[in-house]
């Protein structure tokens, strides 16, 4: 189908729409019990690497909710594993890195993601794509700073104090290994465009942990070698946790649409990126809230919404899993008919 039917992308390019399109973060996964039914048995790695799940994944929330977007099930060390990392995700846990990078050795060490390694995710957008209509598909990857922060600490981190050490006391290493991060990521959402791929967010989980002076010094060039090198003409959403300051930097590095988490109202983000579409931001605990609270947030968030030249609904963050999926049903009627 055209793309200039679908409001996802014409709200992303700031065109006219008659409501705000939505999607939701994390809307594939624990909050769906057919998602719970189908991975019962199979790892996250290896359900990320079948076409046929990954297809069938991003399509039950499309099914279920209706929503205007759906994004290709996938994980961002996926890319990773297969540039060669030895990593692992551990239920409970999270991704688990078998020898964490702290030397120049371990940074020359990480070999360059060869398309082929991840044709698993360009026949999956194909076979997306046959079935998704008007709904937009986007594809996604993690910036550089997160995956390193990932790489350094061997998994999960609270205070990144291994990540920040090694960035303020060996520059030379960081902005090598951010580097090669930033190749492989753009190789990554290259593959998914390439594929068919309607739109990318590039998500920077972590970079809340980091002072503005810091984002521009160690990650913006990084961030903005993905968003700017992709040489792609689709959207590019960028998105952060914790990044209220970090905004207008996070502007620059190159992104089309800013993701903004609900520390944020969005009128006020609207102002601090003038111009610029923006996506969000509903704290996904109001969800476990009663209706009318979910209603009341729900409408402030897209008045909020309005002060921006397009604005795509979505959470603060990923859907929780405990979500009552009949809420977010309920929610996207909302968003459509306010």
Same mark, same amino acid.
């Given at each position: 189908?055209?793309?200039?039917?679908?409001?996802?992308?014409?709200?992303?390019?700031?065109?006219?729409?008659?409501?705000?399109?939505?999607?939701?973060?994390?809307?594939?996964?624990?909050?769906?019990? /057919?998602?719970?039914?189908?991975?019962?048995?199979?790892?996250?790695?290896?359900?990320?690497?079948?076409?046929?799940?990954?297809?069938?994944?991003?399509?039950?929330?499309?099914?279920?909710?209706?929503?205007? !977007?759906?994004?290709?099930?996938?994980?961002?060390?996926?890319?990773?594993?297969?540039?060669?990392?030895?990593?692992?995700?551990?239920? !409970?846990?999270?991704?688990?890195?078998?020898?964490?990078?702290?030397?120049? +050795?371990?940074?020359?060490?990480?070999?360059?993601?060869?398309?082929? +390694?991840?044709?698993?995710?360009? /026949?999956?957008?194909?076979?997306?794509?046959?079935?998704?209509?008007?709904?937009?598909?986007?594809?996604?990857?993690?910036?550089?700073?997160?995956?390193?922060?990932?790489?350094?600490?061997?998994?999960?981190?609270?205070?990144?104090?291994?990540?920040?050490?090694?960035?303020?006391?060996?520059?030379?290493?960081?902005?090598?290994?951010?580097?090669?991060?930033?190749?492989?990521?753009?190789?990554?959402?290259?593959?998914?465009?390439?594929?068919?791929?309607?739109?990318?967010?590039?998500?920077?989980?972590?970079?809340?942990?980091?002072?503005?002076?810091?984002?521009?010094?160690?990650?913006?060039?990084?961030?903005?070698?993905?968003?700017?090198?992709?040489?792609?003409?689709?959207?590019?959403?960028?998105?952060?946790?914790?990044?209220?300051?970090?905004?207008?930097?996070?502007?620059?590095?190159?992104?089309?649409?800013?993701?903004?988490?609900?520390?944020?109202?969005?009128?006020?983000?609207?102002?601090?990126?003038?111009?610029?579409?923006?996506?969000?931001?509903?704290?996904?605990?109001?969800?476990?809230?009663?209706?009318?609270?979910?209603?009341?947030?729900?409408?402030?968030?897209?008045?909020?919404?309005?002060? +921006?030249?397009?604005?795509?609904?979505?959470?603060?963050?990923?859907?929780?899993?405990?979500?009552?999926?009949?809420?977010?049903?309920?929610?996207?009627?909302?968003?459509?008919?306010?």
């Amino acid at each position: 189908m055209d793309d200039t039917t679908k409001l996802l992308l014409r709200a992303a390019r700031g065109e006219a729409v008659p409501h705000a399109p939505v999607w939701f973060m994390r809307q594939a996964g624990r909050s769906l019990p /057919e998602y719970r039914a189908l991975r019962a048995g199979i790892g996250m790695l290896e359900s990320c690497r079948r076409p046929d799940l990954v297809c069938e994944i991003t399509l039950q929330p499309v099914r279920r909710h209706g929503v205007d !977007g759906a994004i290709v099930f996938s994980d961002i060390v996926v890319p990773l594993q297969a540039a060669g990392i030895d990593l692992d995700i551990v239920a !409970g846990t999270g991704p688990v890195v078998a020898h964490p990078v702290a030397t120049m +050795a371990d940074v020359e060490a990480i070999r360059p993601l060869d398309p082929a +390694a991840v044709a698993f995710i360009a /026949e999956a957008i194909r076979l997306l794509l046959a079935e998704l209509g008007d709904t937009a598909l986007i594809g996604f990857a993690g910036a550089p700073f997160t995956l390193a922060s990932y790489l350094i600490e061997g998994g999960p981190s609270r205070h990144h104090a291994k990540t920040k050490a090694l960035m303020y006391g060996a520059p030379d290493v960081w902005h090598a290994l951010c580097t090669r991060l930033a190749a492989i990521t753009r190789t990554f959402l290259r593959v998914q465009v390439d594929a068919g791929a309607e739109a990318i967010q590039l998500f920077d989980s972590w970079a809340g942990a980091l002072s503005e002076a810091d984002y521009r010094r160690y990650v913006m060039p990084h961030s903005r070698a993905v968003l700017t090198g992709l040489e792609a003409s689709v959207p590019r959403i960028h998105f952060g946790v914790g990044t209220a300051e970090l905004l207008p930097a996070m502007s620059e590095a190159g992104a089309d649409v800013i993701g903004v988490d609900w520390h944020t109202p969005l009128d006020a983000a609207a102002a601090r990126v003038p111009g610029k579409p923006l996506q969000g931001n509903l704290d996904p605990c109001v969800l476990l809230a009663p209706w009318e609270v979910v209603e009341q947030e729900s409408r402030r968030v897209l008045a909020e919404g309005q002060k +921006a030249p397009g604005h795509i609904f979505n959470l603060g963050h990923g859907v929780l899993p405990e979500t009552d999926p009949d809420v977010l049903t309920r929610l996207v009627d909302l968003v459509h008919t306010a």
